[in-house]
Nanobody, 116 residues
Framework: QVQLAESGGGLVQVGDSLRLSCVAS???????VAWYRQPPGKERRLVAA??????????RYADSVKGRFTISLDNVKNTLYLQMNNLKPEDTAMYYC????????WGQGTQVTVSS
């Protein structure tokens, strides 16, 4: 089973940028991949995803991050990224990468804290 390991979180100021990385122990080229986040005391929700289509990939974003966050996948490095720009306090959360199949695989998470 593939294992996922996130990194890149930290404490930043409003308006700063961060890039999260998620290294997979095996190939993730042909499966759906995603980033989720869970703010303190709240449920985990989808942030961004890359869904595999028959001829092309589809990216989708939560409305709250559209235009600020970008999900990308390096197939050679088996690494999923989340570029986060113009961070806001409401982006504060534990961020998880995932392979959202019928049996989801999760990373351990990386904390992002945006201070105002």
């Amino acid at each position: 089973q593939v294992q996922l390991a996130e990194s890149g979180g930290g404490l930043v100021q409003v308006g700063d940028s961060l890039r999260l990385s998620c290294v997979a122990s095996g190939s993730i080229n042909n499966v759906d991949v995603a980033w989720y986040r869970q703010p303190p005391g709240k449920e985990r929700r989808l942030v961004a995803a890359i869904n595999k289509g028959r001829t092309s990939d589809y990216t989708r974003y939560a409305d709250s991050v559209k235009g600020r966050f970008t999900i990308s996948l390096d197939n050679v490095k088996n690494t999923l990224y989340l570029q986060m720009n113009n961070l806001k306090p409401e982006d504060t959360a534990m961020y998880y990468c995932a392979l959202p199949s019928s049996t989801p695989i999760w990373g351990q998470g990386t904390q992002v804290t945006v201070s105002s």
